[in-house]
């Protein structure tokens, strides 16, 4: 699986929207693009992936780049809850994908009043 | 809660000891994944499971760890001999066979003293 870059940490005001970058500059073309956070002392969760195209669900909008070299995860309004470490991840999927997971170092991301 | 359930959420033992941990799946997933994460580290992967059948081990897992799922549905996790550098948290994650998001347990938090 293709390595990723994140910054180590990152501050945000509550409120505003948090974008988080990830750069995966040596991303195949049967690479998606994931993001999991993880709350202090509770499992990762899935956020959101995608392969070329933007994407948007009820959590977040994932933005790829047309090169496919880098990502931006998207919190628009962010909460205090949704202080937590990001995982940005690079993973082929199906019959011929990766089967696991390899997490990084992650972003910590903090959410002030 | 239909999630993805990890039994004990917290286990002292002393090293030497013999620890067990279960983790029961969502229901109709086929793929069980099981994980460690040491304090300030991302989680790294262990081995995964498609059914009752044990697919990949990764290089950590040393001849002390056993990973079990007999009946395709829950799965155990056991150490011998623990040593304090077992120390972690051991999180288990279960997706559908071929889906993309993997979904986690809560973990279970083992120290060894």
């Known amino acids: 699986d293709a390595k990723t870059t994140q910054p180590t940490s990152m501050d945000c005001a509550e409120g505003r929207a948090a974008n988080l970058p990830c750069n995966h500059s040596?991303?195949?073309?049967?690479?998606?693009v994931y993001w999991y956070r993880q709350i202090h002392s509770q499992g990762p969760q899935y956020i959101i992936h995608?392969?070329?195209n933007n994407e948007t669900n009820e959590m977040a909008s994932l933005i790829i780049t047309e090169d496919r070299k880098s990502s931006t995860l998207i919190l628009p309004h962010a909460t205090l809850r949704d202080t937590a470490v990001y995982y940005c991840?690079?993973?082929?999927?199906?019959?011929?994908?990766?089967?696991?997971?390899?997490f990084g170092q992650g972003t910590r991301l903090t959410i002030n009043p | 809660d239909t999630g993805v359930s990890q039994d004990p959420r917290h286990k002292i033992t002393k090293r030497g000891q013999n620890v067990t941990f279960r983790c029961d799946p969502i229901?109709?997933?086929?793929?069980l994944y099981w994980y460690r994460q040491t304090l300030g580290q991302g989680p790294e992967f262990l081995t995964y499971?498609?059914?009752?059948?044990?697919?990949?081990k990764s290089r950590l897992l040393s001849d002390r760890f056993s990973a079990e799922r007999p009946k395709g549905s829950f799965s155990t996790l056991e150490i011998q001999r623990t040593e304090q550098g077992d120390s972690a948290m051991y999180l288990c994650?279960?997706?559908?066979?071929?889906?993309?998001?993997?979904?986690f347990g809560q973990g279970t938090r083992l120290t060894v003293v």
């Open positions: 040596t991303i195949s073309g049967n690479e998606y």
């Open positions: 229901s109709e997933h086929n793929r």
């Open positions: 995608g392969l070329k």
């Open positions: 991840i690079v993973r082929a999927v199906g019959i011929q994908g990766a089967q696991k997971l390899v």
């Open positions: 994650a279960s997706s559908f066979l071929l889906n993309t998001e993997a979904f």
């Open positions: 499971f498609q059914n009752e059948a044990q697919l990949e």
